[in-house]
């Protein structure tokens, strides 16, 4: 998966958790909980979906690498 791919499959499991917010205006570093107003489930919905969607196996130790867009898009592309 590159970046590319990452980043659309990444916004498309928060919009989905998130449909009000604006991903064209999110920026890379913003930490995704605060900045979308997500509480902890919704956190781990998004962890859940995805691994669902990518196949890769995310552990808990991992979460925090995943908590900005720029992160979880390195996170899918390692």
């Known amino acids: 998966m590159n970046a590319g791919e990452a980043r659309t499959l990444i916004v498309d499991v928060l919009a989905s958790i998130a449909p009000e917010a604006d991903f064209d205006r999110l920026p890379g570093g913003a930490v995704l909980r605060d900045e979308l107003d997500l509480d902890s489930m919704d956190f781990l919905n998004f962890i ?23 992160g979880a898009v390195s996170y899918l592309t390692r």
């Not at 979906?49 to 925090?64: M, N, R, T, V």
């Open 48 to 70: 859940t979906f995805l691994h669902q969607k990518s196949g890769i196996d995310i552990p808990e130790a991992d979460y925090p690498k995943l908590s900005t867009l720029d």
